[in-house]
């Protein structure tokens, strides 16, 4: 006897209509025409996804075309027969129009939450094309700033990635900007500040230059407008630091925007790298607040940051009185102490000079704060650029091994490595650890190989060495204020080793393949927060956190990945950002307060179409179009001879 089943799916909230030929009586734990049942869970799971091409990330079962959610939790896996007989009258289902769909993204080092307190004041200049198009930006939102608030451009990108390849001039922001401060920050090199600026902040020919940091001056001593991070860029963050503030409603609303500005790349986890000003509790209100709230769209995981230098200690000793790792839950958790655990050990990552000595306190400083941390059963991550200052850690870590054992259980890793060396990889192994990279090379890549060379640059960080040791490494950007926090740009690095401006700076044995950027970037990054088992893969008992994507990660050209976003991003089950097809799954955003914000007018990652012929063709309209304004300019200061007459026509024949 054989059952005929056909099913039939409508769109949304569907019913599923099994129309059997005859009489046909089906056990509920019969397979029958290919359909499981499962006693429990017929017609009760929340939503389904079908239609879909879904890259698990779980070897037992990497593809599968369907899967039900119920509770926000993941319940099956499997083909749309597996699945179809668990919808009932009160399932969405999804139709993914057979689209890629992967777990969701988990960047292992983002300042997320710092981020998110500043994002509505921000002007990104993340994936400008030109800088034609980012001055056009600025002069608007300097129109539309009211007094007393500031333009700033915070990181996310690189004079590099403009077709005209060269960062504003103080004179371009002073001319577009003649009234309202405007901060622009590059990479950790140099701030640019207009006049209205360095009024508001107060610089004058009689501040003196603060250690680290080189505030540039005219033939009188008077600042430019140009700070320079020498090396450290402390000056550039404290300098930012000056400006306005939100409130702290504001502040709220702000990192909510963020949070589903993320949703769009299909980022649905992070992992907090805490980072300077930015204090324990004060500045985790926003962020607990929508927690409390159940707004929280991206899950976190934090960690702490001794703020102020000389007094580490006492800060790592409250957090312990405060909190301990793995406080919180599935969406907002303590992780442990870092990416700083005192001041005198961090290297700064400013390729432009030449890699800083650390001070001889370093190591002891260090030392005290791990073993106050592992004394408290606290597990942590540490910043390290550069192989020298990771090996001194090592010698650290050796010591503290060798006399009260290390690391005790407490799960610790490190951050950046960008020239971390083999020797290292084999010791971070045998102490326990792990790592987490960026790509900060993509942004700071030529910077990098100017000093060190390409040679050098081709394995930096080295992470093939990483992966053949068996090492964990996760994978994340480092946003907000050097790289930008679009994951898809990543991974586009992770596969295919170039810089922002297309730079090859990565060896072939270098670039990976592209499942294993996105383990990296999902279940590696879970495994950071002790969060393995419930995220990081699309399979039963898992969080349903999972992105639909414009273009299958795949298949699409290389240069195509840091194109891609998501068309549906889900967290929990639930449907946090649509657009295209899905346009209107998701609740709309509540408005982007203040109404003068950058983001309400410009968005946040500025999306170019793909491919990047398109691109390049922008870029040349747009150097041509600057090449004549950049003559009238100098021919009104008398530099050049105005052009007679109207510019030539490109064709005689057009001419009048
Ligand atoms: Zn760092």
Redesign the pocket.
């Given at each position: 006897m054989t059952a005929m089943t056909r099913m039939c799916w409508c769109s949304s909230n569907a019913v599923l209509i099994l129309a059997r030929e005859g009489e046909v009586t089906v056990p509920d734990t019969m397979p029958v025409a290919g359909v499981q049942r499962s006693a429990g869970l017929d017609g009760q799971v929340d939503l389904v996804l079908r239609n879909a091409r879904i890259h698990t990330g779980d070897p037992a079962r990497p593809a599968a075309s369907a899967l039900a959610v119920r509770d926000g939790i993941i319940v099956r896996v499997g083909t749309e027969h597996d699945v179809a007989v668990l919808v009932g009258p009160g399932t969405r289902v999804i139709d993914a129009l057979g689209r890629r769909v992967i777990p969701g993204l988990n960047d292992s080092?983002l300042h997320v939450i710092r981020g998110g307190l500043n994002y509505v004041l921000e002007l990104r200049w993340d994936g400008v094309p030109s800088l034609g198009e980012a001055m056009r930006m600025l002069a608007e939102q300097a129109r539309r700033t009211p007094a007393g608030q500031w333009v700033r451009v915070v990181g996310g990108w690189t004079g590099e990635q403009f077709a005209e390849r060269r960062l504003p001039t103080v004179a371009e922001l002073n001319a577009v900007a003649p009234e309202t401060p405007v901060f622009v920050l590059h990479l950790y090199q140099s701030a640019l500040l207009n006049r209205a600026a360095l009024a508001a902040v107060g610089y004058t020919k009689d501040t003196p230059d603060p250690p680290g940091g080189q505030i540039v001056r005219g033939h009188d001593g008077t600042p430019t407008g140009l700070l320079l991070a020498a090396p450290a860029a402390g000056l550039l963050y404290s300098t930012l630091a000056r400006g306005p503030v939100l409130d702290p409603d504001e502040q709220v609303g702000s990192t909510r925007q963020f949070l589903r500005e993320l949703n769009r790349f299909g980022l649905t986890s992070a992992i907090d790298?805490a980072g300077g000003f930015q204090s324990f509790p004060e500045n985790y209100a926003a962020v607990t607040a929508l927690a409390g709230d159940g707004l929280l769209t991206v899950r976190i995981a934090y960690h702490l940051f001794p703020q102020t230098a000389g007094q580490e200690l006492a800060d790592l000793e409250r957090f312990t009185q405060m909190v301990k790792p793995g406080d919180g839950d599935g969406w907002l958790r303590v992780n442990g102490a870092g990416?700083n655990l005192a001041w005198s050990p961090?290297d700064f990552?400013n390729f432009a000079e030449p890699r800083p000595e650390l001070p001889a306190a370093a190591p002891a400083e260090l030392e005290a704060a791990v073993r106050l941390l592992l004394d408290h059963g606290w597990g942590f991550r540490l910043?390290a650029?550069y192989g020298e200052t990771i090996k001194a850690d090592l010698d650290v870590f050796t010591r503290v091994a060798a006399d009260g054992g290390f690391p005790r259980g407490v799960r610790w890793f490190f951050?950046?490595a960008e020239t971390v060396t083999e020797e290292s990889l084999d010791r971070i192994g045998e102490l326990g650890g792990a790592l987490s990279v960026q790509n900060r090379m993509m942004f700071q890549g030529p910077a990098f190989v100017a000093r060190y060379g390409p040679e050098r640059a081709a394995t930096a960080p080295p992470i093939t060495k990483m992966l053949e040791r068996g090492l964990l490494v996760a994978a994340g950007t480092?946003a907000t204020r050097v790289a930008s926090y679009n994951p898809w740009l990543s991974l586009e690095w992770l596969v295919r080793g170039r810089s922002i401006g297309g730079m090859p700076l990565g060896a072939a044995g270098n670039c990976l393949d592209r499942a294993t950027a996105l383990r990296m970037y999902t279940h590696n990054g879970a495994r950071l927060s002790g969060e393995e088992d419930v995220k990081g893969v699309l399979k039963e008992g898992y969080y349903a956190d999972m992105a639909v994507l414009s273009e299958d990660y795949f298949t699409c050209p290389e240069e195509d990945i840091s194109h891609i976003e998501s068309v549906l991003t889900m967290v929990g089950g639930k449907v946090v950002y649509a657009t295209a097809e899905h346009e209107g799954v998701a609740a709309d955003p509540p408005p982007i307060t203040p109404a003068w914000s950058p983001v309400a007018h410009h968005g946040g990652f500025h999306a170019t179409p793909k491919p990047s012929g398109y691109r390049q063709a922008l870029g040349l309209a747009e150097v041509a179009e600057a090449g004549d304004e950049h003559r009238a300019w100098r021919a009104s200061r008398a530099d050049v001879p105005p052009r007679p007459g109207p510019p030539p026509p490109i064709d005689p024949c057009f001419a009048p």
């Open positions: 080092h790298a990416e961090a990552e910043h650029t951050d950046h480092d």
